[in-house]
């Protein structure tokens, strides 16, 4: 099992950047990720990536935009958020699970408590 717990959210102008980190406790050789929920929308994929970081693959709303990086020394996963615009507004949630970076939110048994996203335009 695995605990999550991230940070970094808050409001920002669109174009803005933030970065969202994700610091794990507990067993954390797994692959993890980041999923957005917007109000009244479903949770999606934003970024994962795999285990040993070798892997790593992005939404494609997302590409170019977004970076997410591991830091296995610190057990921490980071989500760089660039030229960001009002449709990033979302609940960020972080998880873990399996070995590789996969999309589906089914892959992940372990999530974060979710952090706030609001892009202004």
């Known amino acids: 099992q695995v605990q999550l717990v991230e940070s970094g959210g808050g409001l920002v102008q669109a174009g803005g950047s933030l970065r969202l980190s994700c610091v794990a406790s507990g067993r954390t050789s797994y692959a993890m990720a980041w999923f957005r929920q917007a109000p009244g929308k479903e949770r999606e994929f934003v970024a994962a990536t795999s285990w040993s970081g070798s892997n790593t693959k992005y939404a494609d709303s997302v590409k170019g935009r977004f970076t997410m990086s591991r830091d296995r020394a610190k057990n921490t996963v980071y989500l760089q958020m660039n030229n960001l615009k009002p449709e990033d507004t979302a609940v960020y949630y972080c998880?873990?699970?399996?070995?590789?970076?996969?999309?589906?939110?089914?892959?992940?048994?372990?999530w974060g408590q979710g952090i706030q996203v609001t892009v202004s335009s």
């Open positions: 998880a873990a699970g399996g070995l590789v970076a996969a999309s589906a939110a089914s892959s992940f048994g372990s």
